[in-house]
Nanobody
Framework: QVQLVESGGGLAQTGGSLRLSCTVSGRTLTNSAMGWYRQAPGAQRELVANIPSGGSAVYADSVKDRFTISRDNAKRTVDLHMNSLKPEDTAVYYC??????????????????WGQGTQVTVSS
């Protein structure tokens, strides 16, 4: 299987910065896209940023020019650098990986994997 472990997050003041990190372990995935979603209380889970394998990052309009996503394929990590934080950034942030692995019959299986979530709270 595949495991995603997130770290970082916590409490920040408006205008402050935080960094989230996610480490992937387990099965080898090919053509993997890595990203972050978030879910605020009472709201739907939404995409924050995504970076495909060998492609350009995509950001939600609400975080453009404030957040930066990066990945290290050798270390199997994806980071989210969050600057100029706002109270509306308060949410549980989830790491996500979309990839392909080969099962016991050597058949490709496409699957999405989620981390357990980490709380980010921005005080006004």
């Amino acid at each position: 299987q595949v495991q995603l472990v997130e770290s970082g997050g916590g409490l920040a003041q408006t205008g402050g910065s935080l960094r989230l990190s996610c480490t992937v372990s387990g099965r080898t995935l090919t053509n993997s896209a890595m990203g972050w979603y978030r879910q605020a209380p009472g709201a739907q889970r939404e995409l924050v940023a995504n970076i495909p394998s060998g492609g350009s990052a995509v950001y939600a309009d609400s975080v453009k020019d404030r957040f930066t996503i990066s990945r290290d394929n050798a270390k199997r990590t994806v980071d989210l650098h969050m600057n100029s934080l706002k109270p509306e950034d308060t949410a549980v942030y989830y790491c996500v990986v979309d990839g392909i692995y080969y099962n016991g019959r050597d058949e490709p299986v496409a699957q999405r994997f989620w981390g357990q979530g980490t709380q980010v709270t921005v005080s006004s």
